[in-house]
């Protein structure tokens, strides 16, 4: 609030319309630097690799499905989710499924591929495309045994994820087989921002 009448000698908060006293200089916003990598990025991947280090340690094997698997931070592969649990050992995790649908994204998890040594019996799968679209097509082709522990990956930017995907995996072991687990991630500190700029708007 402004001052009411600044000519005034009455120099009271009241007087000066304001409802407390303020300091006389407000301070500059204190600068701090800015961090060697996000905090966030780099804690997840490390979340996740380590999720799936104690993972296979029980399974002792595994398929990892990645639906956004392009790296966020192409810069920093040591925060690459995909990277970290290909290369996470022991190596048990049989089979992956990566999928991104950025042009950009799928070379370099092609480059991801190749550059893996050889392990027994481990397939890398790279599918572009719309992971919505991709997944069902996976699931529908019966590849991901009802025997076999799976774990997915859902790290979308904001709401790339479509629910039904979600309940499409979550249902898809039969009620007597551990379910595909999954990690869906929302980015709860982006909300706000992420729903005022919805354009389609639904009842
Ligand atoms: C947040 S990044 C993934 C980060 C990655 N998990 C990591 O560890 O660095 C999201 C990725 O999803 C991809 N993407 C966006 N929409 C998609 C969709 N509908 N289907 C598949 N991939 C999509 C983007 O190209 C991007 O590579």
Known sequence: M????PSSNDKTPAAEGLLFPLPERV?????LPRLRHPVWTEHKANLIARYLYYFVLITKHGTYIDGFAGPQRPENPEMWSAKLVLESEPR????????????NQIRRLNALRHS?????GRTIQISK???NS?????????QIKQTEAAFCLLDQITFQCHWETVV??????????PKIEL?????????PRSISAVKQRQT
């Open 134 to 142: 991709k997944v069902r097509e996976l699931l529908r082709s019966g």
């Open 168 to 177: 499409l995996l979550a249902s898809y072991k039969t009620p007597k087989r």
């Open 2 to 5: 402004r001052p009411k009448n």
């Open 27 to 31: 301070p500059e916003d204190i600068k």
């Open 129 to 131: 495309g719309d992971f």
């Open 183 to 191: 990690f869906y991630f929302l980015a709860a500190g982006w909300m």
């Open 92 to 103: 048990r995790l049989r089979h992956f499924y990566l999928f991104d649908k950025s042009e």
């Open 116 to 120: 893996q040594p050889k392990v027994r």
